[in-house]
């Protein structure tokens, strides 16, 4: 089991920037995939992007391809989500996850974390 919570979310303008993280305990991360999905209300949980661990690849969903960047400190055991150029679009309830296997589909997740908000105003 992974215990996972995140901080970093806030109001917001179109257009400024925010950084959320994510740290993790229980156990080592090596060899899982570490996620980021938002949900805004009344819409199911999206995929935002993710990052392979071990080798730090990241993979990103293509509405957010460009803006955000996702990267990680090993020996913190944290993982960040580097968000640019917001949109009010991109507001909603952002959830760090863990997953056994690479995955885009939040139905395979095996750890939560609680949440954070972000909201941008237009």
């Known amino acids: 089991q992974v215990q996972l919570v995140e901080t970093g979310g806030g109001l917001v303008q179109s257009g400024d920037s925010l950084r959320l993280s994510c740290v993790a305990s229980g156990r080592p991360l090596s060899g899982w995939t570490m996620h980021w999905f938002r949900q805004a209300p009344g819409k199911e949980r999206e995929f935002v992007g993710n990052i392979w661990w071990t080798s730090g690849t990241a993979y990103y969903a293509d509405s957010v391809k460009g803006r955000f960047t996702i990267s990680r400190d090993d020996a913190e055991n944290t993982m960040y989500l580097q968000m640019i150029s917001l949109k009010p679009e991109d507001t909603g309830v952002y959830y760090c996850?863990?997953?056994?296997?690479?995955?885009?589909?939040?139905?395979?997740?095996?750890?939560w974390g609680q949440g954070t908000q972000v909201t941008v105003s237009s």
């Open positions: 996850a863990a997953s056994q296997y690479w995955s885009t589909n939040p139905k395979t997740v095996d750890d």
